[in-house]
């Protein structure tokens, strides 16, 4: 890797709490943030899901917006959680600085609600154009003022990760300096619905890569890393570098992986690639594993292929729930607690393994030497994504 | 170092036909919503998989085929896609369904299809190509988000040889509609070639795909090169004149060496003072063009823009009907297109001749 | 053949939005899935909706799906035994 990608700068506000403190005491404590809908209007009352205990409400107050403000949910918890990733980056001026931004559900949590009522009733008008991905990552831009190049990369599970791995190339191509990359992804009727018609949402607390998973559990989040080049990061704290990326699509179908999991295969490959490392030099593995028979078993088979010893793997999802666009970003974030604190996280649900495998995750809270982290998102349409985060030596 | 792109094969639908472009004939419509030319899509597309799609995919699957085929490519190394709406219609139909039956007895194929990477997802696995796939939604600078990853590869030692890159958003039947409620369409009576002489709010709103095979080889049926391309989520007025100037003058061109300006008139009389302020001292000099009074705004227009750009590059010839101003031009070879959407997501992308 | 067996057909049709065909261009013993009439696995996900909304027989492991989606016959029958509307 030519240019290096330092990361200078990060924030979190998930269903294990509101910044990288609260995410990493959770953490470290197995303290998961499952529970069951409350703010989300929906009849499936049963269904476990990762939601934040904050209302739109407490959200638009804790930002000070105007009661007019047309800020969709994921646009609330994006803006303050990219708060927290620029106070940490010391970033004050926005002239140069870059935003890309991941997210697939929109404001769709708006749409449902207002679709509806628009033509009778112009109170809530200015939701129209919220629908779309686009108009969150300008509601967020919008507030600190970031006013050149902006754009929202929407490839469903696999956004956020994208969008750090497209920060890094602009970065090494010499195009910008500063990008803040990552994602957000609220929780909605539509696709909390849209998983359960698939017949992969679980009604019991997600078990990834456990022999008797029954599928994913939705969750909401937001994320930000500031990435920055080796020249703007010189007086900096650097929490580690983002030393390798690669994305494939699996080309086998629209939603399911492929049986030997090729996508997540040529993904992981071009990571190591890019990276300029072995298998062997990945201490731990942030997997995808959102806990479906059919990710949890490919995903599987694409590490076997790859690495002839497997590494220490867990998937956070067990933690916070599957946040779509916000995954990739969220669990960059927890990458790089990793490396920050030399610890390995917990795979939390788990008792048997896949029998075709027999790979077992890391169950409980383990310190060790990390270098070099690996992190996987796969999304529908094939798209499949891995970063590798390495510790500043 | 950026190796160039030159585009190798390109294909668009729109409302109006390539034909009607340079026959003078194009077509004027009455609504503020108007569709894009009908395609006979199972020329291109099985009737097992055609049964799905929605018009952004089989648009977005269609020009992608045919600009694969022009340029004898049978799989890309990397597909870029930019949508500002995705299937909107699919997204339509699975949230009328949760509505209307109160989240239960839901079928998933509309919500499948609702994401809005589908695009990029299905023309990968037509094509079975498993190399890089992307989707941008950065509302009307999603096509140009496209372009500057297209560019970005071209840069990087991966090997690259050739992208497939393209911008596609459709008409839905509630969904668009709705904008005439929120400022963003025209009200009232409508004709669609005057709507840029027009004195109220408001625009007037089609769809369309166009996709692009840009590759670092160029072969002696190469259309054009795209040089350059630069978005700005924000800009003002007098920050944009020296935008243009430097970007103009980062790709070795003066302002009066530039033949050609494609300018995003819509009509709308809050933003159009971004094209007109430029009409009337940037490029007063400059042989300026309007195309949105005939395939109307929609976020990946400028991917129309840019198709026609290339088509006057190769053809040498001007749509008489796109003049803004009566400047004579013999030999186009350089042009700008230039746009913005409510006063936000400006862009500039750079197509010169070969 | 029975009115099931012609409704079942009607019902794909238009469910799977197999635009081009008739109720008479399905045979009742033809596979629906693979080499068949070319079902997939998505489609599977409907049929067991419609198997739900139509006729009240709930299946909570699609894997059952495809023995019971096998032919029209197979789908009456199996309807015919589990039917609650």
Redesign the interface.
């Known amino acids: 890797m030519s240019r290096s990608v330092a990361v200078t700068g990060m924030g979190i506000f998930s269903a294990i709490g509101k910044n990288l403190e609260e995410n990493h005491r959770s953490l470290i404590h197995g303290k998961h943030g499952l529970s069951y809908p409350e703010i989300l209007e929906t009849v499936h009352q049963n269904l476990p899901i990762g939601e934040i205990k904050s209302t739109n409400s407490d959200l638009a107050d804790a930002l000070n917006l105007d009661k007019n403000h047309a800020f969709t949910r994921a646009a609330l918890l994006g803006t303050i959680a990219l708060k927290e990733a620029l106070q940490n980056a010391k970033i004050e001026d926005f002239i140069n600085i870059g935003f890309v931004n991941g997210n697939s559900v929109g404001g769709m949590d708006m749409t449902e609600r207002f679709y509806r009522e628009y033509e009778s009733n112009p109170a809530n008008r200015r939701f129209i154009q919220a629908q779309h991905p686009g108009f969150t990552t300008e509601q967020i831009a919008g507030y600190f003022g970031i006013d050149n190049y902006v754009t929202t990369i929407s490839t469903a599970c696999s956004s956020a990760a994208n969008a750090v791995m497209l920060g890094a190339r602009l970065i090494q191509s010499g195009r910008l300096d500063q990008v803040i990359v990552g994602g957000t992804d609220c929780l909605s009727r539509f696709t909390l619905n849209g998983f359960n018609s698939l017949m992969i949402y679980s009604e019991d607390f997600p078990k990834p890569f456990d022999s008797e998973r029954k599928g994913l559990n939705l969750g909401e989040a937001a994320a930000y890393l500031v990435l920055e080049s080796a020249d703007f990061a010189k007086n900096k704290e650097v929490l580690g570098y983002v030393s390798g990326y690669g994305n494939a699509n699996d080309a086998f179908h629209q939603t399911a992986s492929s049986e030997n999991g090729e996508g997540a295969y040529l993904a992981m490959q071009k990571a190591l690639e890019t990276a300029n490392l072995n298998p062997h030099h990945i201490d731990y593995i942030n997997a995808h594993g959102t806990a479906t028979q059919n990710n949890d078993l490919s995903e599987s088979r694409a590490l076997i292929r790859i690495f002839k010893e497997m590494p220490a793997f867990s998937s956070t999802k067990s933690f916070t729930g599957h946040t779509l666009a916000a995954a990739g970003a969220i669990e960059a974030v927890f990458s790089l607690l990793a490396i920050k604190h030399q610890q390995i996280y917990p795979n939390l649900n788990f008792n048997s393994a896949i029998s075709d495998t027999r790979l077992r995750p890391v169950t409980e809270l383990k310190s060790t030497k990390i270098q070099h982290v690996l992190s996987n998102s796969f999304g529908f349409g094939g798209n499949c994504t891995s970063l590798i985060f390495s510790k500043d030596e | 170092m950026s190796r160039k792109m030159y585009i190798n094969g390109m294909a668009s639908i729109a409302a109006q036909t390539e034909e009607d472009l340079f026959a003078e004939n194009l077509q004027s419509f009455s609504e503020n919503i108007f569709p894009a030319t009908s395609v006979n899509y199972k020329e291109y597309i099985k ?2 998989m055609l ?2 799609m929605s018009k952004t995919i089989k648009m977005g699957l269609v020009t992608a085929k045919r600009a694969l085929n022009e340029a004898g490519v049978d799989v890309p190394d990397s ?1 870029i896609v930019g949508t ?3 299937c909107k219609q699919d ?1 339509e139909k ?2 009328e369904n ?2 209307d039956e ?8 509309a ?8 695009v ?3 023309i ?2 037509d ?13 009307s ?2 096509f140009e ?1 496209a372009l ?2 297209a560019k ?1 590869q071209f ?2 030692e991966m090997g690259t040889r050739c992208v497939l890159v393209g911008g596609v958003d459709e008409i839905a039947r509630i ?1 668009t509609p ?2 005439n ?2 400022g ?1 369409l025209k009200a009232g009576e409508i004709n669609t070639a005057k709507i840029l002489q027009s004195s109220s709010e408001g625009t007037i709103t089609s769809e369309g795909a166009a996709f692009f095979l840009l590759s670092e080889i160029r072969t002696q049926d190469s259309f054009a090169e795209i040089s350059d391309c630069m ?5 003002s007025e007098e920050k944009l004149q020296e935008e243009i100037s430097w970007f103009l003058k980062k790709n070795d061109l003066k302002i009066d060496e530039l033949d050609v300006v494609i300018l995003g008139n819509n009509g709308d009389t809050r933003y159009d003072h971004y094209y007109q302020q430029l009409q009337e001292d940037l490029f007063k000099n400059t042989l300026q063009l309007g195309y949105k009074n005939w395939v109307g705004d929609y ?1 990946t227009v400028t991917a129309y823009a840019c198709w026609l750009g290339a088509e006057i590059l190769k053809r040498k010839e001007i749509p008489q009907q796109l003049k803004l101003n009566n400047l004579p031009l013999k030999q186009p070879t350089s042009i700008l297109v230039y746009n913005q959407y409510l006063g ?2 400006h862009s500039l992308t750079l197509l010169r001749s070969l | 053949m029975t009115d099931l067996h012609t409704e079942l057909k009607a019902s794909i049709i238009e469910q799977l939005n197999l635009e081009d065909m008739e109720v008479s261009d399905i045979e009742n013993d033809e596979p629906l899935f693979g080499d068949g009439l070319g079902l997939d696995s998505i489609d599977a996900l409907e049929l067991i909706v419609l198997l739900e909304k139509d006729y009240g027989i709930k299946l909570t492991d699609p894997k059952k799906g495809r023995e019971i989606f096998e032919s029209i016959n197979k789908m009456a029958d199996f309807i015919e035994a589990n039917r609650t509307k």
Do not use: V, W
Request: glycine content about 8%; aromatic content about 12%.
């Open positions: 009737p097992m049964r799905r597909i500002g709406e995705g997204t699975f949230l949760i509505l109160n989240e239960s007895f839901l079928t998933p194929t919500f499948i299809q609702s994401t809005h990477n589908t990029g997802g299905q990968a696995l094509l079975k190509c498993t190399g890089y796939n992307m989707t941008y939604t950065q509302n600078a999603s988000s500057i990853d970005l840069t990087e969904s709705f904008y409620l929120d963003q978005i700005y989520r924000n800009i976020n936000k997501n």
